[in-house]
């Protein structure tokens, strides 16, 4: 019997857990290469980031003013700090920093610290140390392309959990077209453990989990979000700088939605509520 990636996943375990598996260690696939990722993608998040996807998801921001915000998989936690600027003289109420890999946590609070931030190793996958309701908003870049559909399933009933009503969930992962161009190109490596990998211009190759565009559409949905959805092309400033992209032609790099729990789900909650809360 051979065991694929995402049979793996539903029993819990991607790509993290076999590194740990294999190397004996519970290491994040990230902490073996956080610093090379610090040094490739420093400040802006690397050229795309920088160039184009950085401002397309700020522009999707509210405010911070009084809000509790959650970033997911935050790497060396650039972000948030560009949050921060672009709502200057704001305060957030809290901010929840969190990886699955202690190491790009560390680069986080040395190189992108925000004072009074909470810094918190988090897997997705798992049950988020948090009470119902406690988020206005909840940001996760890059993340769930990199985690099996199980565990990604377990994690959007998280995110639904614990954000309020009104809150936002600005999703953002790798454009399925994208990886449709990268297949059909067969750069994807699939490694001994099973999990694919996707090489980067900068010689790191990252844990893919490929999905489709319906596929996500439907997980989110199915998991009570209702959503817009923008494609982010990469502009001619991302192909001066990453040349090997202009191979895969006109496609979006990465999708981003912009989510909010569903009005339908709302109001079974709330009428759930308020039948619990009813004298018997
Ligand atoms: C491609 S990087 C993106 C980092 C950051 N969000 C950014 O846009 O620069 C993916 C990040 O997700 C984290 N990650 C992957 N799987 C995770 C999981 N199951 N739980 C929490 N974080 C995870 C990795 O450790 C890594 O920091």
């Excluded at 997911?72 to 709502?87: C, E």
């Excluded at 990268?182 to 999990?195: D, F, M």
Aim: proline share 4%; hydrophobic share 40%.
């Amino acid at each position: 019997m051979t065991f694929n990636s995402e049979f793996i996943g539903l029993i819990y375990l991607d790509s993290y857990d076999w590194l740990s598996v294999r190397t004996g260690f519970p290491m994040a696939y990230y902490d073996k290469i956080a610093e090379k990722w610090h040094k490739v993608t420093g400040h802006a998040g690397g050229s795309f980031k920088k160039h184009v996807l950085n401002e397309r998801i700020l522009a999707k921001l509210p405010s911070l003013q009084g809000l509790n915000v959650l970033e997911l998989g935050a790497g060396n936690g650039y972000f948030l700090p560009l949050v921060i600027r672009r709502f200057s003289g704001q305060m957030a109420a809290r901010i929840v920093v969190t990886d699955v890999s202690e190491k790009m946590l560390e680069k986080a609070q040395k190189y992108f610290f925000i004072p009074d931030a909470e810094y918190l190793r988090l897997d997705v996958r798992s049950v988020f140390p948090f009470d119902n309701d406690s988020f206005d908003m909840i940001l996760s870049t890059m993340v769930y392309n990199e985690v099996s559909t199980a565990g990604m399933k377990r994690s959007l009933d998280q995110c639904h959990r614990v954000l309020r009503n009104s809150g936002r969930f600005i999703v953002t992962v790798t454009h399925p077209a994208f990886i449709a161009n990268v297949l059909k190109r067969g750069i994807l490596k699939k490694e001994n453990s099973g999990i694919l990998t996707l090489p980067t211009t900068t010689g790191l190759r990252l844990p893919l989990f490929v999905r489709s565009h319906a596929e996500y559409d439907k997980l989110l949905s199915s998991h009570g979000f209702e959503f817009n959805c923008e494609d982010v092309f990469p502009t001619k400033a991302v192909l001066r700088d990453k040349p090997g992209l202009v191979k895969a032609g006109n496609v979006p790099i990465a999708v981003i939605y912009d989510c909010q729990k569903s009005a339908v789900v709302q109001q079974e909650h709330c009428v759930r509520s308020l039948s619990r809360s009813e004298p018997r």
